[in-house]
Structures are given as C-alpha cells and as structure tokens.
C-alpha cells in the first residue's frame, strides 16, 4: 500500500494555470500506475489523467486533452498535473490514485487514493 499526499490546489481565474502535485511514500512508486481524478460537488468522481510506470503512456479524458498534462518524477516518487487553460467547470476536488494493475480509466481499479485537494476556478 501507498501512501498519497496532493498539494498545489488552490484558486484562479479562468484562463489561468495551476501545477498539483501528489507525494507518494510507503512503497515503490515507481512500480505503480498512477492517476488523477476529480469530484465536483454532487457529481461521480471521474477520470482525468493516468499515466504508465515510467511515463512513457499517458492518457487523458476528452474534457481535459490539449489543456492538462500529467507527468511524474519517480526519482521523487512524485506524480503532477499541469493544468493549463482552466475553466469553471474544471472546478472540483482532485485526487490521485495509485494501482498496480487494470483500466487506467477505472476509479475502481485504484486500491490507494490521496485525501484530494481543491482547484476552484472562477469566471
């Protein structure tokens, strides 16, 4: 098991840009995928970015390709999210998850979550 810990949320105007960052400890991040997902109030939580063992792969849901970048540092046992271009409906609380194995797209596929962090973008 792994342990998760997000940073970087935080509040900005739409068009504006914020980096998260999600510290992994307890295990061996580098043998983890890894993923972001986010939970607007009232909403499922829903898929955003994964990215594989080494970075090589990446994957993006349609709302956020173009615009969100997801990338790690194994070195550092850390995952981020660029986030470029932001708009409100991006508003939410994000989390990122940590599975060995499975659907990178499947919430259900991620055993380890972080505790989130809020990214709130006004109009």
């Known amino acids: 098991q792994v342990q998760l810990v997000e940073s970087g949320g935080g509040l900005v105007q739409a068009g504006g840009s914020l980096r998260l960052s999600c510290a992994a400890s307890g295990g061996t991040f580098s043998t983890y995928r890894m993923g972001w997902f986010r939970q607007a109030t009232g909403k499922e939580r829903e898929f955003v970015a994964a990215?594989?063992?080494?970075?090589?792969?990446?994957y993006y849901a349609d709302s956020v390709k173009g615009r969100f970048t997801i990338s790690r540092d194994n070195a550092k046992s850390t995952l981020y999210l660029q986030m470029n271009s932001l708009e409100p409906e991006d508003t939410a609380v994000y989390y990122c998850?940590?599975?060995?194995?499975?659907?990178?797209?499947?919430?259900?596929?991620?055993?380890?979550w972080g505790q989130g962090t809020q990214v709130t973008v006004s109009s």
């Open positions: 998850a940590a599975t060995r194995a499975g659907d990178y797209y499947n919430r259900y596929q991620y055993p380890d």
């Open positions: 990215i594989s063992w080494g970075g090589a792969s990446t």
